[in-house]
Every structure is written in C-alpha cells, then in structure tokens.
C-alpha cells in the first residue's frame, strides 16, 4: 500500500467533527503533514512481522519465537489484504483450527475437538481482558464480532488457564485495538486517521463501518461502529422431526438465515499525568431469524430473535518499562435477550400442539469482574515475576417476561397446550437474587537466559474457585444449597534458542472450563438444558513440542506435536445435558510462511499448513468407547490450508484454499433408518477457495472485490445426534466494497 498524502478537507468531514469535543489545543497554523501511514496500517514484511512482540502468552511482551506455547500474529493489513472480517476468517486460515457449526451459528474446532454452540474451549481477550459471555462462556467469534477496531490479532494455541482461568482449552484469541501513536507536540492541534467501509454483497448483504483515530496533549480517543444486514444463506433441509410425505420419505423445509448485528466501540485513553488509564465501551447488538428451532423442527414462522450485551471496562496499567508494573481492571457486563423461540409449528405432533409451542423469553444476565495485578522485572529484565487475583460475579435478578403457550412447567403432563399464555417461573429461578461467584489467584515466574544459556523458563499456577448458592426450582419450598469447584491450573514452558534461526519449545500444561450458569440452572424452559447436581468441569491436560526453523528471512517453517488429555467434556445425550465423554488425542501442526520480494515487480506472500489428527482412546460417562479405537469422530483427521498474496503498488490479489477431510459419525448416530437413508455415513470431505483483489483508486479510497467458496462447492458441516441432516455451508458470495481513508 502506497503512502496516503494529507488532503485538508478530510479534517472537516463529520466523523471528525463528532469528536471535536475531545480537548484539544486550538492553534491556527496547520499541523505537520506526514509522508507515511499510521501505525496500525503498516505493511510488514515477513522478518518485520516475525519481530512484533506479543503479551498475550505470559503477560510480558516478547517475540513469537521466544515465548511459551504456540503463538502468531495477525496484523490489520493481512486482514484487509486477504478480506478476513471476522475471527474465523482468521482462526480458519491457522493449523488445527477448523469451521463447525450448531443451531444458528458456526463456531471454532480444534486439535480434534468439535465445537458446540456455546463455543465454550477458546477465551477471546480484548486489550487484555476477558470478553466471553457472561451467561455461557462463549467466545463469540463470528460476525457479530467484527474487526474494523482491531489493530492486530494474537493467537495462543496452547492451554493458558494457568494465567488466564476457565474456557483457555484451545488458548487465547486476544485483539488488539486501535490508538493513536502519534506523539504531538503542544503547538501541534488535534490530528485524527479514520477510516470508513462501505460493503455490498449478494444474498441481500450490506455492511458499513467506521472508526475515527485522534489524539490530542491530553486524550487519545477511538469512536467506530458497524453495521451488518444480510439474508444469508437459505436452503432445502430435513429437519429432527421425522414429518414425511404421502410416499413416505422424510420432508425438507426452508432454513432461514437472515440476521444482522450492530456494534459500537469507544475507547478513551488519558495521556501525561493519567498515562495508563483508558475506559472503553463496547455495544453488540445482534438479531437472526431461525434459533433453536432448526435442529428439531424446522419452524412455519420466523424466530425473533435479540441479543445485546453492554460492556464497560476502566483499567489502569501502569507505564511499561519500570521495575514494578501494576494493573488494575473493572468490568461490567449486561447481556440481554429477548427470544421468542418456535419450538413445534401449528399443528405439530398430530395435532396435539394447534397453535405450535412458542417460548417467549426477555431478561438480563449482569456480569461484575475485577483484576490486580503486580508484575516486577529484575535481573536486567532477565527474571520477570507476576501475580494476581480476580473476581467476578454473575448477577441475576428475575425475567421482565417468560411465558409459553404450553405449560412447560408439567412434565408429567407432557406439556399440554394451553389457548391462553402460561407464565412460566423465572429461567435462573434457582440463584435468582444470588450471586455466582468465581475468584482466581495466580502467579507466574519467566527466567530469561537461565544460567547464561539461550534458554528460557516460564512457570505458571493458578488457582480457581466457583461458588454459589441455589435452590432447586423442582421444590420451590426447598432450602438453599451451596456448591462449588476448585481448579489447580499449572503450566512448564522451556524455550531454547540455539541460534538465530531456530526455536524449540516444549510445555505442559493444565486447562480447564467450568460450567457456565446457562449449563447449570434453567427452569419451565426448552430453550436449554441445565443439571447443576451432575455437571463437573471440562478439563485438559496437554503437551507441546515445537520447532520454528526460520530457513532463510523469506522462509519460515514452524511444527508442533500435540499429546491431549480430555476430561469431563459436556455435551448433550438423548437430550440431556452431562459430561458426556473423555478422550486422548494425538497430532502434528506444521506450517510454512514465505515471502518472496520481487523488486520493482512487486511482492508474494504465502503461507500453507498441515494439520493431521489421531483419537488415541475415548469414552463415554459409562466407560464404554463411542468410536472405533483409533478413529476420530466429530472432527476431522486431515486439514489442509494455503493461501497466498500478491501485492505491487496499488494492486493486490489474494487467493487462499482449506481441505478438510471426511468427518465419522458415532454408531449410536446411524441407528434410526430413516435418518441413515437421508444422509451419508461419514459427512465428505470438501475444499473451499476464497478470493480478494484490492486496488487503491487513490491516495483516499480502495476498490475491494472478494468472492467466498468461488467454486460454489455444495459442502457440509457435521451434525451431531441421530438427525438426518447436516450443516450445508454457504455457497459461492460475492461482495464489492469501497474504503476511504480519512
């Protein structure tokens, strides 16, 4: 990308004129005009990118070849330049991750390990703090999170519960947002860098967004918002119901995939006096057409669906560089639903439910977290030493409505119709006006250069209490209960570094996911299944071996043998809620990076990887083996990725690939004829091209087209359960967009 020339009427454009209320110095000369980008748009090459410190997988800034785990990074022009705009655009062109899919929404597998919806084994941190949901744990990392915020994307593949507690099974997603690095000096006025999108695509989609970047002596401010609307994706499908036609054989019916999302992000950083304290606001706002639905009866109506979640973040982290560092953090978190669920359509089950079963839920699930932390550099920056402690509380104070026509209230009754609405007791009636308390102590110690080698030592423990009061909503009359969990999360990272070019890594490591409030409590409700008296936590325990051979500055290669150990994994059996399986997996991440500088003809990147896969042993809450010995289900065994750019003055082009292998199914899944008849045995293997060309019109505005699944492959996604129906994936999209920097 070529450097952007300042253009004086940028500055009066509205976006700027909504932050002309931030302090300012008011002067009438003209600020100094740059010849080069801002920071966050930099294009860098492959040894440049190599260079860029991480903090995401011990807390300290250091470099992806020196620091424990398996970790990389994304920077914002590898976004723009491939048309990656959400996390799993990202997370699916890195090894072992891999796309699945539950009810409405696609979520993130890895290492083996199917994913459901709450997308409950990845920690999404942002600037440092967690940001999963307060209610579920989930990691929301499709498009209602999106990245025209972000900076740059730091990926942990390793366990990280030893500093960063439940959900960090597969490691951490940590992004990096905007701020200005601009220094002024004090006879210089406020200077902003924004930049706006405008994004039209077929099935009825179009998106824009927006971010302003200023700083002034006193303030660095950055204000964006995006908004998605589209269609989706709509096809032909069986349902779980069993309804067929006159001749017998199963119906299909029409999933609906319309939705669309807002989100709003400020983000307000104090500089010279107060230097370290920002307060940030977050506003996501989601809604989509077809929810719980689809799995089991494909709905006659639309499922209005709402979410939104506020979040609000003060932190103080002392200026980098000292002997002691603090940090302090106070979250507040509100999720907020309004869900009218269509669980049977009219006339479902021979007419018993006349006017269908419809669940109507509006409420609010409160979230209070808080963090210290000390960390303390000594030995010339040789011994770091960090501790902390955290709080959070999930508070839930009642339903401003839930109400069904059915009394799902009498199981014994078989949840008879009702011609007038039923109000139902509260969805959390079990700790309504209770606290659910989770506390975390946990320390760290990095020894740099151990003993004057070029080896590095990190030791992690952390430790995680649950607790909380209840009641059990069965017997409204019972007195309270207390329960709780405990977790001890150790990590052992050494890192050798025998020379310049090469790497090695091994840790263990502990992690673990404790049950969310969603999993353990529910009431009258078919909206989700809770057993607070059986549910224990998820646990693994792995270990990593790695090399990162840096071949030639142009040619990295980069590999990692994974051995883990699944406890306790949750899940749903004969629609129950309940750790359902244990299993050992085994396999190898291998992956290439090159770049090839072409001179005056341009520029190629490239990276490509191999991720194979292997189910050492496994089984079920009763001891017996789901799967043939050996053999994988749920996931695949092989995946395949590559993807490269070219990139000459104002030009670039980007073609990127993934092959996934077949998918077996458990036994216990093919007993039902009918549904073995309407799908494969095993779900096929598939491959998916994505293409992206830019080209920069002007030193302002850039011309985008991208093409997803540009093969228009007709390819599936796994359904769990004795269904007849896979997940069909999305079909070739086309999308035109205009950026202009501002």
Do not use: C
Not at 259 to 288: I, M, P
Not at 300 to 306: A, C, K, T, V
């Amino acid at each position: 990308m070529s450097p952007r020339s300042p253009i004086p009427w940028r500055r009066m454009l509205p976006l700027a004129a909504a932050l002309s209320t931030l302090p300012a110095q008011a002067h009438d000369e003209p600020a100094p005009e740059e010849d080069s980008e801002p920071e966050w748009t930099q294009s860098l090459s492959l040894e440049e990118l190599l260079q860029v410190e991480l903090s995401a997988p011990s807390k300290r800034l250091q470099k992806a070849r020196e620091a424990p785990g398996v970790a990389s990074v994304v920077t914002r022009e590898q976004m723009q330049r491939f048309g990656w705009t959400t996390l799993e655009d990202i997370l699916f062109s890195q090894p072992g991750f891999f796309a699945s899919h539950d009810y409405e929404r696609s979520t993130v597998g890895a290492r083996g390990l199917w994913e459901g919806w709450n997308n409950n084994h990845l920690l999404l941190l942002v600037d440092g703090v967690p940001m999963n949901d307060n209610d579920t744990a989930a990691a929301f990392t499709w498009d209602i999170t999106p990245l025209f915020m972000v900076k740059s994307v730091e990926i942990l593949r390793s366990p990280a519960s030893s500093l960063y507690g439940s959900s960090a099974i597969h490691g951490v997603i940590a992004l990096n947002t905007l701020s200005s690095a601009r220094t002024l000096s004090e006879g210089e006025r406020m200077e902003i860098n924004s930049e706006a999108r405008l994004r039209f695509g077929s099935q009825g989609t179009a998106a824009v967004d927006a971010v302003a970047v200023t700083r002034s002596r006193h303030v660095s401010a950055v204000v964006g918002f995006q908004h998605l609307r589209t269609d989706g994706f709509s096809y032909l499908s069986y349902d779980g119901s069993g309804r067929t036609d006159a001749t017998g054989a199963l119906q299909r019916f029409t999933i609906r995939d319309r939705h669309d999302s807002d989100y709003l992000f400020v983000k307000v950083e104090a500089l010279e006096a107060l230097e370290g304290l920002s307060l940030q606001y977050h506003l996501q706002d989601w809604s989509y057409g077809t929810g719980h639905g689809w799995a089991f009866w494909v709905p006659d109506i639309e499922e209005p669906m709402r979410d939104r979640r506020h979040i609000a973040v003060l932190r103080y982290h002392s200026p980098p560089g000292g002997t002691l560092e603090q940090e302090y953090v106070f979250k507040y978190q509100r999720h907020e639903y309004d869900n009218h669920v269509r669980f049977y359509p009219s006339g479902a089950l021979d007419g018993l439910y006349p006017s269908g079963v419809t669940e109507v839920f509006k409420s609010a699930v409160n979230e209070l977290f808080g963090r210290a932390q000390l960390s303390a550099n000594l030995l010339d920056g040789h011994l770091s030493l960090l501790g902390g402690v955290e709080y959070g509380t999930t508070l839930y104070h009642g339903d401003e409505q839930h109400y069904s026509n059915a009394d799902l209230a009498d199981a014994e009754g078989g949840y008879p119709a009702s011609e007038t609405p039923v109000l139902l007791r509260p969805l959390y009636a079990a700790i309504l006006d209770e606290p659910f308390n989770k506390v975390g102590a946990y320390s760290q110690l990095v020894w740099s250069r151990m003993l004057d080698l070029p080896l590095s030592l990190t030791l992690g423990l952390r430790y995680d209490f649950q607790f909380f009061h209840y009641r059990d909503p069965r017997q409204p009359d019972s007195s309270r209960r207390y329960k709780s969990y405990e977790q001890l999360s150790p990590r052992l990272s050494l890192v050798f570094l025998p020379s310049s070019a090469l790497s090695l890594k091994f840790q263990a490591g502990r992690a673990f996911r404790a049950p969310s409030s969603g999993e353990l409590f529910g009431t009258d409700t078919w909206m989700l299944d809770a057993n607070v008296e059986v549910l224990r936590p998820e646990q693994v325990t792995t270990f990593d071996l790695g090399a990162d051979w840096s071949i030639s500055p142009n040619l990295i290669w980069r590999n990692t043998l994974f051995h883990s150990r699944y406890d306790n994994l949750t899940g749903y059996s004969d629609g129950e809620l309940t750790n359902l399986l244990s299993q050992t997996n085994a396999g190898l991440e291998s992956e290439l990076l090159a770049e090839v500088d072409l001179g005056q003809q341009g520029r190629v990147s490239a990276f490509g990887s191999y991720t194979y896969v292997r189910l050492l042993d496994g089984s079920d809450s009763n001891g017996v083996s789901p799967a043939r010995a050996g053999r994988l289900t749920w996931a695949p065994t092989h995946l395949a990725k590559a993807g490269a750019s070219y990139q000459r003055e104002r030009f670039s082009f980007a073609l990127q690939g993934r092959y996934q292998s077949e998918v077996h199914r458990r036994e216990e899944e093919l007993l039902e004829p009918l549904n073995a008849a309407a799908r494969p045995s095993v779900v096929p293997a598939w491959v998916r091209f994505d293409a992206n060309v830019r080209y920069q019109l002007t030193g302002w505005a850039t011309a985008e087209l991208k093409v997803t699944n540009l093969l228009n492959a007709r390819n599936y996604l796994v359904k769990i359960g004795d269904f007849p129906f896979d997940y069909q994936m999305e079909g070739r999209r086309v999308f035109a967009s205009v950026e202009i920097d501002l």
